[in-house]
């Protein structure tokens, strides 16, 4: 199974992701760690990856798809995986169809985590990191036993400058901006499955889970060719061969 994720931050993508991974065994293929992982390496293509991160420009769409070919080629991801991050325009979409055209695989849905930008501005606007040892907080979900101190060193916390209202909001409208074209484009392709995700995490999470079992279960019924072959010659085999 391939799935894209899609989703504005505050959506709890993060979260979700690693939920899928656990149940489906799904890797994570997230482009910003690709990038960590390709700039420590002295590949032509790490080279180039480092060369625009250090400069602080974007990598162009082809250096991306480059960087997720390679890691799509890994054994781990034989059996499918979930992409974040990535496609986030329409250039990168149509990358990622020729990247899967060349390995004869098909993508099966593109999940777009919807939130309402309350619920994201609430989310992230709460957010406190310890300055010492980097430990997570949530002014609400997740507070501390003394406010403003980390529970485990005592440092001071603080507040990712962009995890300000107003730069939330800005941060939403660029994230709209850029994937309207993408999203409209996998809806058209019949590919697009929106997950309300206001809701508790483990809602979303059973929501997720029952889409994407309805996905494997479509998926396996119309390759009965290969649902046969996996199976033993058993009774479901004779009884289907006896068929006129
Ligand atoms: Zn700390």
């Known amino acids: 199974m391939i799935i894209v994720l899609l989703g504005p931050p505050g959506a709890g993508k993060g979260t979700q ?23 420590g390496r ?42 974040d991050g990535f496609p986030r325009t329409l250039p990168q979409a149509q990358a990622l169809d020729a990247l899967l055209a060349a390995r004869r695989l098909p993508l099966d849905a593109a999940l777009y985590f919807d939130v309402t930008d309350e619920v994201a501005v609430e989310r992230l606007s709460g957010r406190r990191m310890c300055s010492k040892c980097n430990e997570n907080y949530h002014e609400r979900h997740l507070p501390p036993k003394q406010a403003g101190r980390c529970d485990r060193c005592g440092s001071a916390l603080t507040q990712r400058p962009d995890d300000k209202p107003d ?6 409208q660029v994230y709209a901006q850029q994937t309207r074209a993408l999203v409209e484009e996998y809806d058209r392709r019949g590919l697009l499955r929106r997950i309300a995700s206001d809701q508790a995490p483990e809602k ?41």
């Not at 998926?219 to 033993?232: D, E, H, I, K, T």
């Open 167 to 172: 730069t939330i909001r800005k941060r939403l």
């Open 42 to 83: 002295e590949s032509p293509l790490g080279r180039s990856v480092k060369g625009y991160i250090e400069s602080g420009r974007l990598a162009p769409d082809e250096v991306t798809s480059a960087v997720v070919a390679e890691r799509v080629a890994e054994p781990d991801c034989r059996k499918g995986f979930m992409l």
């Open 17 to 39: 992701a690693r939920r899928i991974q656990e149940r489906y065994g799904l890797p994570q293929i997230s482009t910003g760690e690709l990038f960590r992982a390709a700039m």
């Open 204 to 244: 979303v999470a059973a929501s997720v889970a029952s889409m994407l079992d309805k996905i494997l279960a479509l998926r396996s019924a119309a390759a009965p060719a290969l649902r046969s072959a996996a199976a033993s010659a058993g009774e479901e085999e004779s009884a289907r061969s006896s068929l006129p």
